[in-house]
C-alpha cells in the first residue's frame, strides 16, 4: 500500500489555521504527515494588529510576530515540517522559480492530497497566484521529462476561503472535524494578530458542522468545507 501524505500550500501564514486546521490535526492524528509551505508571511496585508502594535514600521519585526505565531500553530495541528518561503504579500509574486520549488516539494512528499486555496479570489489575489503555482508545480511534479521522480497526479482540496460567494465556492466534501476542534481552536488561539477571526472562523465551522450533520446523518458540530479540482474515480456509484 502506497504511504498517504498530505501537502498544504498557502499564501500567507494565517490561512492554514482558518480553513485547513481541523483536516490538518485531524490527519496529523491518523498519522498521515502532512507538510506545509506558507508562501510568505501575510506581513503587509494580514497582519494589521501586529503593524498597530508597533510605534516604528519595522517590518522584520512584524514578520518574526507572524512565524512565531505560525510554529506554534502548525505544532498544535500536529504539521510534520513546516517551511516558509518568505515572498512578501499584497502583492505576492508569482514566479517559475516557486513553482519550481513547490514542484521539487511535491516530488519528495509524493502527497495523494494538495490542499490549498479555491482559483477564485476577487479581494485577494495572493490566494488565486497561490493556486495558479500549485497547480503549475502539481504539472511540473507530475511530467516524467523533469525527472524520474515524478509523481501520481494528486488529488487537489481548495479549502473554503473568507468570503465564499464571492469566490465561486461550491464545496463538494464536509471533513467532521467534531474530534480535533479543540486543536483547531487553540492554533486560532496562537495567531493573536488575527483574534478578529477566532469567533468568525468558530461561527463557519459551526455552520459546516451543521451542514455536514444533515447529510451524514449523524451528529456533527464543528466542519470544514473543501471543493475537490479533479473526479474521482469509482468502481461503482456505492
Ligand atoms: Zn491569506
Known amino acids: 500500500m502506497v504511504d498517504k501524505s498530505i501537502v498544504v500550500i498557502t499564501a500567507h501564514v494565517g490561512d492554514f489555521v482558518w480553513r485547513c486546521g481541523g483536516a490538518i490535526a485531524l ?3 491518523l498519522g498521515v504527515p502532512v ?3 506558507c508562501l510568505s508571511y501575510g506581513e503587509n496585508g494580514e497582519s494589521n494588529s501586529a503593524w498597530a502594535a508597533q510605534a516604528q514600521n519595522d517590518r522584520q519585526a512584524v514578520k518574526e ?4 505565531e505560525a510554529e506554534r500553530a502548525a505544532a498544535l495541528l500536529g504539521v510534520e515540517s513546516l517551511h516558509f518561503y ?24 509524493k502527497p495523494q492530497i494538495i490542499v ?3 482559483e477564485k479570489d476577487p479581494s485577494n489575489l495572493d490566494h488565486c497566484r497561490t493556486f495558479n503555482m500549485v497547480l503549475g508545480a502539481r504539472m511540473k511534479a507530475i511530467a516524467p521529462g523533469h525527472g524520474a521522480d515524478f509523481i501520481q497526479p494528486p488529488q487537489v482540496l481548495c ?6 460567494e464571492l469566490c465561486g465556492f461550491k464545496p463538494d466534501t464536509i471533513l467532521d472535524i467534531t474530534p480535533v476542534w479543540e486543536k483547531k481552536q487553540n492554533a486560532m488561539q496562537a495567531m493573536a494578530t488575527q483574534k478578529n477571526l477566532w469567533t468568525y472562523y468558530e461561527r463557519v465551522a459551526l455552520q459546516r458542522g451543521a451542514q455536514g450533520g444533515r447529510r451524514a446523518q449523524k451528529a456533527s458540530m464543528y466542519g470544514e468545507a473543501y471543493q475537490t479540482i479533479f473526479p474521482s474515480a469509482r468502481a461503482s456509484f456505492f
Open 86 to 109: 518568505d515572498l512578501g504579500d499584497y502583492p505576492l509574486p508569482e514566479s517559475a522559480e516557486t513553482v519550481d520549488r513547490l514542484s521539487r516539494v511535491l516530488r519528495a512528499a
Open 35 to 37: 507538510q506545509l509551505v
Open 159 to 164: 479549502f473554503e476561503p473568507h468570503q465564499p
Open 65 to 68: 510576530i507572524r512565524r512565531a
Open 27 to 29: 490527519h496529523a492524528e
Open 116 to 118: 490549498t486555496h479555491p
